[in-house]
């Protein structure tokens, strides 16, 4: 009993979601999920265990492509995948999710465990360095705008000089 709890003191305590999906013949179904979903994602145990739960806390547009990506999971025995994901609070956090098929002695699949990450603000760092680095070739693109224009205007006056019969050094 003292291991069991020590086991579920650092389960809780690390950052991630840890879980376990049953493979049935309609597809997957949550048979486990950490306590840590409550302190990550503000749901309770008994929330998570729902049928399509997981999918219906998609985000829209990540939904398609993240369910599609199961089937890699199948066939390639283990899968890592970024998707955004609804919190109880209705906002949405990156997640890094990533899962692996346990298999029976014969090869056939029997479960898949994996463990989901916060990368929220490792995403919105990504995002502001790319706004950044966006903004430094905006400049960029300013400057040699400026410079391209100032070649233009002395190329002009020296046409105009050149024309007049007139020729400044």
Known sequence: LNSNKRSRHIL???PTVI???AITGKGFRTEWISDSVKRILGYEV???LAPDWWIDCLHPDDKEAAV???SVLMTQGHLVQEYRFRSKDGHYLWIQDE???LREA???PKEIVGFWTNITEHKQAEEQAARASGQEVAIGEDELTRFNNRIAVRVLFAALIVGSGFLIL
Do not use: C, P, Q, T
Request: proline share 0%; no cysteine.
């Open 12 to 14: 809780n305590s690390i």
């Open 19 to 21: 879980y376990e999906l």
């Open 46 to 48: 008994e929330e998570a």
């Open 68 to 70: 599609r990506k199961m």
């Open 99 to 101: 899962a692996s098929v």
């Open 106 to 108: 014969g090869g056939r």
